[in-house]
């Protein structure tokens, strides 16, 4: 029973953990975003990017935000799965996460991503160590 309920707080800590980077996105807030990662975390841009420890990518993310990413809201994923290696690490894939531009209220298929978190839990703590963010391609018509 003990056992049951620790899991399901950590996937309700990671669920938070995901909010919180949304909504750091949503406010254009690159080192609220960072906060969320190990400092040495990797993070894989859904154009490629690798950029690794948290420092570089509250930089990134606060470039992106002041630029390309300006006034982007997130559609949430479609789908969310989570699968504990252990204790004190988890994997988290959210399908169908989608980036709004210029007042769209829907997401076009070509801009649906799946992004994979790996996260670890220190000193009772939630945090992703590696992300990877890439597009869902849609299937040929």
């Known amino acids: 029973m003990t056992e049951n309920r620790t899991r399901a707080a950590d996937e309700r800590a990671l669920a938070e953990l995901e909010q919180r980077q949304w909504q750091a996105w949503e ?10 990662f190990t400092e040495d975390a990797d993070f894989v841009a859904v154009n490629g990017e690798h950029i690794h420890t948290r420092a570089a990518i509250a930089e990134s993310m606060q470039q992106g935000f002041d630029t390309f990413m300006a006034d982007t809201r997130i559609f949430p994923a479609e789908r969310r799965t989570v ?19 210029d007042g769209a209220t829907e997401c076009r298929p070509q801009d649906r991503s799946i992004q994979t978190r790996t996260a670890v839990k220190r000193d009772g703590r939630w945090l992703i160590t590696a992300f990877q963010n890439g597009r869902m391609v849609p299937p040929p018509a």
């Open 27 to 36: 406010r254009g807030d690159g080192p609220a975003f960072a906060e969320t």
């Open 83 to 101: 699968r504990f290696l252990s204790p004190d690490t988890a994997i988290v894939i959210s399908s169908g996460v989608c980036v709004l531009r």
